[in-house]
């Protein structure tokens, strides 16, 4: 009877517990914005709409502790995220252009639960966001205050496997606005912001620890003006919302 001989693959890296120590995810999405006003009481504000900006994305999620046979440190993941938007250059009252910066980046801790399936988290991160229209100056106003937003992001996260191969993915997060930027300030001197975050994705793996990876982000900022008389704008609030495509390639392992 033929012998057999011991298989020489080396298997793909994982942690002592067989949970992924890294998740990383690079690759291409849309952006939409839409801006509105309510009880605009001299209407000077303009609104503002988007309908998809191309843009490129990354992020991951590194668990140092995955590495070790130690399971309470294999629960703590280090974030980091960053995105570019494309946008289009905008137009003043007079018709001239004004050029449109959009990105932001995300740096944050998650702890998920004990459990090899599903993959469910808690999060922390502090989160900045710009989209600004020119630079507002006594000569130039697009009327569209700029967003330089600071938030604290605090909510959860979640992997649920539909099989072997195909994984549902969400987030959802409550965000506390520590500065909206000066941008904003010199129009809401007063304000108050916070925002609200979800999220929804499948992952289809390609093998090797490749996945595709599709989803759906959106983000809602409401603000209260809170004028007082003698406030340039008198305005009682406003919503900010933004939804974002994302079609991408992530190693997980």
């Known amino acids: 009877m033929p012998s057999r001989w011991p298989s020489r693959s080396r298997p793909r890296r994982r942690s002592p517990r ?8 690079l690759g ?4 939409g914005r839409h801006l509105s006003y309510h009880e605009d009481l001299f209407a000077r504000l303009n609104t503002y709409d988007l309908t998809a900006a191309p843009g490129v994305y990354g992020r991951a999620t590194f668990y140092p502790g995955a590495l070790t046979a130690n399971p309470i440190a294999g629960m703590v993941g280090l974030t980091l995220g960053g995105d570019v938007t494309l946008a289009p250059d905008s137009r003043d009252a007079r018709g001239a252009a004004v050029p449109v910066r959009a990105w932001g980046y995300t740096v944050g801790l998650r702890v998920r639960l004990p459990g090899a399936l599903p993959d469910v988290g808690l999060d922390v991160a502090y989160v900045a966001q710009r989209f600004t229209l020119g630079r507002t100056t006594p000569t130039l106003d697009a009327g569209v205050p700029g967003v330089a937003a600071q938030s604290l992001r605090v909510g959860a996260s979640g992997r649920f496997p539909f099989n072997d191969r195909v994984a549902i993915t969400g987030r959802a997060a409550w965000l506390a606005v520590l500065d909206a930027g000066t941008a904003q300030g010199l129009y809401f001197p007063r304000q108050t912001s916070n925002a609200v975050e979800v999220a929804a994705g499948v992952a289809v793996g390609l093998g090797g620890g ?9 983000r809602r900022y409401f603000t209260a003006a809170n004028p007082e008389p003698g406030d340039p ?21």
């Open 18 to 25: 067989g949970r992924p120590w890294l998740d990383a995810e």
């Open 28 to 31: 291409a999405q849309l952006l």
């Open 233 to 253: 704008y008198i305005v009682g609030g406003a919503l900010d919302q933004y939804v974002t495509g994302t079609l991408g390639v992530a190693l997980r392992r």
């Open 210 to 218: 490749l996945e595709a990876r599709v989803g759906v982000e959106y």
